[in-house]
Structures are given as structure tokens and as C-alpha cells.
């Protein structure tokens, strides 16, 4: 028995050339193609966890899926090979110093590609947004449609899809309307002439508000007056609705509610006006020219 593990140590002993002045032998090249082989295998278990960490984060895209879980791939294949390399003793400090230099041109070409990728990566493991989120980025109001290892899909108001990329929505200050709850507040200024019962006016505006079928029950209504403009006495009405993507139809209903309430109670909504006076001079002159 000593004799064969003696016979089957030579031979996997046995050189087969020199790189760079080291002996290769089998044992060499047998642990190289196990390094290279668990590196295929780590590859595989990483890429299966990382395709389940995204699609539990919402990310449903599997172009995205498909890029991201190759660029992972490629790098540990990458860092395998290496050490693969060097366990055949092959010296790697020039290649890197020559890959040193390659990559940082790669890097400078690629960096705002990066930035996103990592910008995605953030937004995916803090989940402060999420597919269907309504949010105002760059004064828009946009919908989420869908989170991209690069870049978000979002629909606007107006039915246009946008393409954001992920550093924007990290880097920028902006509003998540549904971070926490959907509660969304409704403003509509109205003015209202300087003869009118101001008490009224504010009875009117809180009864016109509260009485709406499609306000949020939970939270009350409230009403200011928020300045005396030059020509009207300016009121703010406010209610909270559960919808932040329907703003623009329930903002048109509640200045219609408004109208309609003043109307029926008789108070004038205000609108410019201008008065203008003549000095008697021109008075008299506009009256001999219509005279003549």
C-alpha cells in the first residue's frame, strides 16, 4: 500500500514545465482546476442569492436581473482565475500594474455607469422606494413603474414614461408621497371680496370641504386666511385625500364644491379690478371732443 501512495506521489510530483522559473507539476494543475471549479460554484450560489435578494426587493425586470447577475459572474471568475494564476506561479504584478492602468480608463469611461449600479443597489436594500411610489423628482410628479439595476421607469401626470437613473433619485433632494402612508394634502386658494362676512365665508369653506364624499374621514379639514391681496381677501381651503396620483381631478372637484358653495351663499368670488380716474382737465376735454 506504501508503495502506490509513494507511486501516485511521484507522479502527481512529476514536473511538467517551469513558468517564471517555478516547477509545474499534476498536483499544480490539479489544484488549479479545483480553484477554478469552486470559483464556478461560489459564482452560481452568489448570482442564485443576489437574483432572489432583487426580485424580493420589487425588481422584476430580468434584462436588469440577467446584467447584473453576469457583471457578478465575470468578477468572481475573475478573482478566481487570479488566484488560480498565481497557484501555478505565474508573477502578477505587472499584469496588474498593467490591468491597474487599463481599469482606471475603463473607470473614467464607465463612472457614471457605476454610479447608477451602486445608486441601485442603495435604493434596493434601503427601500425607501418602491414600485408604484409617487414621488415629485425635478418638480415632476412621477409614478414608479419599475426599479432597474440602472436606471427607474416612471410614469408622469401626464402619461409619459421617464427614465431615470438611479444616482437622481439618491443624490436629489425629493418627495416619496407614499413613504409611510398615501395621505396627501389638497390646497385651493380662493378669494373673496373685502364687503363679504368673513365669518360666513370661513362657515361656508369648512362645511363645502367637510361635506366631500372623497376626502380622507380620518383627518378634518382645515381653513386660513392667508392675506389681504389688492383686490380680494385670499382664503386657503385644505383637505387630505388617500390618492396622491389622482391630485389634479380631486383638486379641480374641490374648486368646483368651492364655487358652488360661495354661489349659493351669496359671497362674490373676487377677481381683479381696476379703477381709473380722470383729473378735470381731461374730462373736460373728452366731453368738448364728444360734443364736436
Given at each position: 500500500m506504501s508503495d502506490i501512495f509513494q507511486l501516485v506521489r511521484e507522479?502527481?510530483?512529476?514536473?511538467?514545465?517551469e513558468i517564471s522559473g517555478t516547477a509545474v507539476n499534476l498536483m499544480t494543475l490539479l489544484t488549479f482546476a479545483l480553484i477554478i471549479a469552486f470559483t464556478f460554484l461560489i459564482s452560481h450560489l452568489l448570482q442564485k442569492a443576489l437574483y432572489r435578494f432583487f426580485r424580493t426587493r420589487g425588481v422584476k425586470d430580468e434584462a436588469s436581473l440577467g446584467v447584473t447577475t453576469r457583471l457578478l459572474h465575470y468578477l468572481i471568475l475573475a478573482i478566481g482565475l487570479g488566484v488560480g494564476i498565481h497557484t501555478l506561479g505565474i508573477n502578477l504584478t505587472a499584469l496588474f500594474a498593467a490591468g491597474a492602468i487599463f481599469a482606471v480608463g475603463i473607470g473614467f469611461a464607465m463612472q457614471n455607469i457605476a454610479q447608477n449600479f451602486v445608486s441601485g443597489i442603495i435604493l434596493l436594500a434601503e427601500r425607501t422606494i418602491k414600485?408604484?411610489?409617487i414621488l415629485e423628482v425635478e418638480g415632476r410628479i412621477v409614478r414608479v413603474v419599475r426599479l432597474g439595476a440602472r436606471?427607474?421607469?416612471a410614469r408622469t401626470l401626464d402619461e409619459e414614461d421617464l427614465i431615470i437613473p438611479n444616482s437622481i433619485l439618491v443624490q436629489s433632494v425629493l418627495k416619496n408621497y407614499t413613504l409611510r402612508d398615501a395621505l396627501y394634502r389638497l390646497?385651493?386658494?380662493?378669494g373673496v371680496i373685502y364687503g363679504s362676512d368673513m365669518a360666513l365665508v370661513?362657515?361656508?369653506?369648512?362645511e363645502t370641504a367637510r361635506d366631500l364624499p372623497w376626502r380622507a374621514e380620518d383627518t378634518d379639514p382645515v381653513v386660513f386666511l392667508t392675506e389681504f391681496g389688492d383686490s380680494s381677501v385670499n382664503f386657503e381651503v385644505s383637505v387630505w385625500v388617500d390618492n396622491p396620483w389622482q391630485m389634479r381631478g380631486l383638486r379641480s372637484k374641490l374648486n368646483e364644491a368651492i364655487w358652488w358653495g360661495l354661489k349659493g351663499a351669496g359671497i362674490t368670488i373676487a377677481f381683479p379690478q381696476l379703477d381709473v380716474h380722470f383729473d378735470p382737465p381731461v374730462v373736460e376735454?373728452?366731453?368738448t371732443m364728444s360734443r364736436s
Open positions: 507522479v502527481l510530483q512529476y514536473r511538467l514545465f414600485p408604484s411610489d436606471a427607474t421607469v390646497r385651493a386658494p380662493v370661513r362657515q361656508v369653506l369648512e376735454s373728452l366731453r
